[in-house]
């Protein structure tokens, strides 16, 4: 199984990345999959105002994970998906409807991994954009003070949404775009400001329907930020305590679990146990770790507990992936 690992927060860079992970050139702005690999593109399109559009339509022959780093500089990423697992939405439609066809914004300030598996149709759409772009979009406009406070309060835990028939409707306009089309280039711009706008309208609905108040302040949140960077820095070693935690942040233990738990929607042990799962399930599926050397990569001296607690997390045992066909 190959692994493909990055970091750019460009997509012509990246896009020369993939070429080269996959032994193929760019041409213009795509890259078509050699034979051996899959069939199917990936392209690229320049916006006005730093925007960009990486788009992706393509079948592989053998399972590919795709895994970003995170990086200190911040950018926002609306990747908009579908995958026709028939299979699995057959065995059982609702729970892998949710997560085959779904819109999600991530930051590049946080890992993601997406595993593509052969032989399963993919497309998608992921529209780039810098933390300053969306501070200027939304400080055009009126009664989004607290839509900015929600991206910047909830963005590690991801927000998904369900690919409905609009969100289907825009993408499959942007991924059947080619260069015989008519105002190609006009056509992916207003899809994908279409995209956007329909993203954020449903946040901003999102946000008055809870009547969300955020109560932690700039400082708290910095932070936290810190804190949360200490906390699944190293998982070969033991987390590090609350009273430690605490310190760092110069807040009380009890404030400390109180806010880390409204900004990264888990209680601290629970945070800091899911990514060290997450981290476990990224070795495994690259296939170069054996499960004891990722139980102990991970800080798991008795290999029982290891996967036990794999188990819980993903209801399948380690050795399980290292069986992945």
Not at 74 to 79: A, D, E, P, S, T
Not at 113 to 138: C, Q, S
Not at 166 to 176: G, H, P, S, T
Request: proline letters at 3%; aromatic letters at 12%.
């Amino acid at each position: 199984m190959q692994t493909v690992e990055f970091s750019h927060t460009n997509f012509e860079d990246l896009l020369k990345h993939f070429a080269k992970s996959f032994n193929t050139k760019v041409k213009g702005n795509k890259i078509n999959l050699p034979e051996e690999i899959g069939n199917g593109y990936i392209k690229y399109i320049q916006l006005p105002n730093s925007l960009q559009v990486l788009i992706s339509n393509y079948t592989l022959k053998n399972d590919i994970i795709f895994q970003r780093k995170k990086t200190q500089d911040q950018f926002f990423i609306l990747r908009v998906e579908e995958i026709n697992d028939e299979e699995q939405v057959k065995n059982n439609s609702i729970e892998n409807e949710k997560f085959n066809s779904i819109v999600v914004l991530t930051s590049s300030r946080f890992d993601w991994i997406f595993y593509a598996k052969k032989g399963i149709p993919i497309k998608t759409v992921n529209i780039i954009f810098t933390k300053e772009w969306i501070d200027n979009l939304l400080d055009r406009e009126k009664n989004t003070e607290y839509i900015k406070k929600y991206l910047n309060l909830k963005i590690s835990s991801f927000n998904y949404e369900s690919l409905d028939v609009a969100y289907k409707q825009l993408m499959n306009e942007i991924v059947q775009c080619n260069d015989d089309t008519p105002f190609e280039y006009l056509t992916i711009k207003n899809r994908a400001m279409l995209l956007i706008e329909r993203f954020f309208s449903r946040i901003y609905n999102k946000v008055n329907k809870e009547t969300l108040e955020v109560k932690v302040s700039e400082d708290d949140f910095q932070r936290l930020v810190q804190v949360e960077a200490e906390l699944v820095k190293d998982f070969s070693e033991p987390a590090p305590g609350i009273p430690k935690l605490a310190r760092m942040s110069a807040m009380s233990p009890s404030k400390l679990k109180m806010i880390f738990r409204e900004v990264y929607g888990l209680p601290i042990y629970q945070y800091y146990q899911k990514h060290r799962m997450n981290k476990a399930k990224a070795m495994l599926l690259s296939q170069k770790y054996t499960v004891r050397e990722v139980g102990e990569g991970i800080g798991y001296s008795n290999l029982s507990n290891f996967a036990k607690a794999f188990k819980k997390s993903f209801d399948q045992l380690p050795s399980d992936l290292l069986h992945t066909k």
